[in-house]
C-alpha cells in the first residue's frame, strides 16, 4: 500500500528540522555542506521502501521524496545497511564491502558521510540563550565534561575489549590477519574457478576428440 | 428571464461578472488573519501540503516561478530560496490585501531581489508567452470565475517543458472521511471564522466553494483538454487534498 504523501512529506520535514538544528549548533560543519551545494544525493532504502534525495547547501540539508532530474550518486541497500555507512569509520571500506550498491560518483558522498560523521555540537550558544550566561556556560562545562569522559571511556572500553577478545582470549583474530585471510580465501575462490573452467575446456576437448 | 451568464459563488448562482468581486470581499475580510487562520483550521498540515508541492514542482536554481493566488507568500518564499539570486520567482494575487499582507511579510523576512509583486487575474495573465519554468496555484483556482480561461492563460505564459502545479482541496477517498470532513466544514470552521476573523459567512463561502470544485479525475482532464501533456495527481490527507501536475508539450 502507497504512503499518503502527507505522512511521507511530514516526516521528512521532522527529519530534515532535527538535521538541521544539529548543524546549526555545528558552525564548522557548513563550509562542508558549501563545497557540496550543487550535489544530489539519492538515497533508495529497500527495506522498508523509501526514497529520500539530499540537497546539501551552506544553510542545511534539504531532504526530498521526489527529484526529477540527474542525481550525483545513488545508493540503493536496507536500512541497516545505510546505519553502517552512517556511523562507519572508514566509509570507503565499508561501501565496497557493505551490502549498498552505489551508482555515479563516490567521492561527494564520502565528503557528506565525513561532514555527518564529525558533527561537533556546541550546545553553550542555545543554553545561554535560554538559561542566562551563568547558569548556560556552566550547564554547557558540564555537558562537554560529561560527553568529554563518556567518549574517552567508550574509546577506552573499546581498545580493551578489542585487545583481550584478540590477544588474551584469541577469540577471534585481529582485523589485518582476517582481512588477509579473506583475500586469501578470494583469491583461492578465483583460482578455483579458473581450475573449473580448465577442466571443463579439456573435457569438451577429450569428448570431441572421441567422437 | 436574464440573458446574463451565471457561474457559483459557493452554492449561491450569481451573475459571472459579479463573482470576482464577491470573492475579493472574501479575501479582503480574512487578508490580516489568512495565516493564522489556515495553521488553524487545517492544524498545520498546510505546511506539509505546500511543501510536497514544491518537491513535486522541480524547481531549481535559475528557474523563472509564478506563484499565483500566492496570499501570504508560503510558496514563493521557499521558491526563491531555490532558484537563488539569478532566479526569477512572481508572486501574483488578484486581491491587493492579500498581495500587501504577502509582500510585507516577504519583505520583513528579508526576501528581495528575486521577487515581484504582481496584481494579476489568473484568467489574464499579463505575462509574455513562454516566460516561466513553473507554475503554482494553491488553493485559488476554484475562486477562479472561469477555470477553463485561467487553466489556457497559465499554458501561454508556461516555457515548453515547464510545469502546472494546481493544489487544491478535493473530494476524499473514503466514505468515513468524507461524513467526519463535511461535518468539520459546515458546523467547525464557520464558528472558528467567526471566533478568530469575526467573519463566518468567509468560512462558509470556503466550505461550499470546496464542493462546488471539480474533482480529482474531472480537473485531470479538463487540464488535458487545455493542452496540458502528463497530467496526473497526488491525493493528499486522503483526498482531502489534490495536487495535479501538468506539463506543457
Known amino acids: 500500500m502507497a504512503i499518503d504523501p502527507t505522512l511521507h512529506t511530514a516526516a521528512l520535514a521532522a527529519l530534515e528540522a532535527g538535521l538541521n538544528r544539529a548543524l546549526d549548533l555545528s558552525p564548522q560543519s557548513k563550509p562542508g555542506l558549501a563545497r557540496l551545494e550543487d550535489c544530489v544525493f539519492a538515497l533508495h532504502c529497500t527495506a522498508p521502501t523509501l526514497n529520500i534525495y539530499l540537497h546539501p547547501s551552506a544553510q542545511g540539508i534539504r531532504l526530498a521524496g521526489t527529484h526529477h532530474g540527474t542525481v550525483t550518486t545513488s545508493i540503493k541497500g536496507e536500512a541497516s545497511d545505510f546505519t553502517e555507512l552512517a556511523t562507519s569509520v572508514d566509509p570507503t571500506a565499508t561501501l565496497i564491502n557493505g551490502g549498498l550498491a552505489l551508482e555515479g560518483d563516490s567521492a561527494p558522498l564520502i565528503a557528506l558521510q565525513q561532514v555527518l560523521a564529525t558533527l561537533d555540537m556546541d550546545w553553550e550558544a542555545p543554553l545561554v540563550a535560554t538559561l542566562g550566561d551563568v547558569v548556560g556556560h556552566q550547564l554547557a562545562q558540564t555537558l562537554r565534561r560529561a560527553f568529554s569522559w563518556g567518549k574517552q571511556a567508550s574509546t577506552g572500553l573499546t581498545r580493551q575489549l578489542e585487545e583481550f577478545v584478540h590477544e588474551e582470549a584469541r577469540l577471534s583474530p585481529p582485523r589485518l590477519e582476517a582481512e588477509d585471510f579473506y583475500r586469501d580465501v578470494q583469491e583461492l575462490g578465483l583460482r578455483v574457478d579458473r581450475l573449473q573452467a580448465r577442466a571443463e575446456r579439456l573435457r569438451q576437448r577429450l569428448q570431441n576428440s572421441r567422437s | ?249
Open chain 2, 1 to 249: 428571464m436574464s440573458d446574463k451568464e451565471t457561474t457559483h459563488f459557493g452554492y449561491k448562482e450569481v451573475d459571472k461578472d459579479a463573482k470576482a468581486g464577491m470573492v475579493a470581499d472574501v479575501f479582503h475580510s480574512v487578508a490580516a488573519r489568512y495565516d493564522l487562520m489556515n495553521d488553524l483550521m487545517s492544524g498545520g498540515i498546510h505546511r506539509i501540503w505546500k511543501r510536497f508541492t514544491i518537491e513535486i514542482s522541480g524547481v531549481r536554481k535559475n528557474n523563472a516561478v509564478l506563484d499565483i493566488a500566492g496570499g501570504t507568500g508560503d510558496l514563493a518564499a521557499r521558491f526563491a530560496e531555490l532558484v537563488g539570486p539569478e532566479g526569477r520567482v512572481v508572486l501574483a494575487d488578484i486581491n491587493d490585501s492579500m498581495l500587501q499582507v504577502g509582500r510585507d511579510k516577504l519583505l520583513d523576512q528579508g526576501r528581495q531581489g528575486n521577487i515581484e509583486f504582481v496584481q494579476a487575474d489568473a484568467q489574464f495573465l499579463p505575462f509574455p508567452d513562454d516566460s516561466f519554468d513553473c507554475v503554482t496555484i494553491a488553493f485559488g483556482l476554484r475562486n477562479v470565475t472561469d477555470i477553463n480561461l485561467a487553466l489556457g492563460s497559465m499554458l501561454r505564459v508556461l516555457k515548453p517543458g515547464g510545469r502546472l502545479l494546481v493544489l487544491e482541496f478535493s473530494k476524499p477517498q473514503s466514505a468515513l472521511l468524507s461524513k467526519a470532513y463535511d461535518t468539520y466544514s459546515f458546523r467547525v470552521l464557520p464558528v472558528m471564522g467567526r471566533l478568530v476573523t469575526n467573519d463566518s459567512e468567509s468560512y462558509q463561502y470556503l466550505a461550499e466553494s470546496i464542493r462546488k470544485h471539480p474533482d480529482q479525475a474531472t480537473l485531470q482532464s479538463m487540464m488535458e483538454d487545455a493542452g496540458f501533456c502528463q497530467c496526473e495527481y497526488h491525493n493528499m490527507t486522503g483526498g482531502v487534498v489534490a495536487l495535479h501536475r501538468g506539463v506543457k508539450a
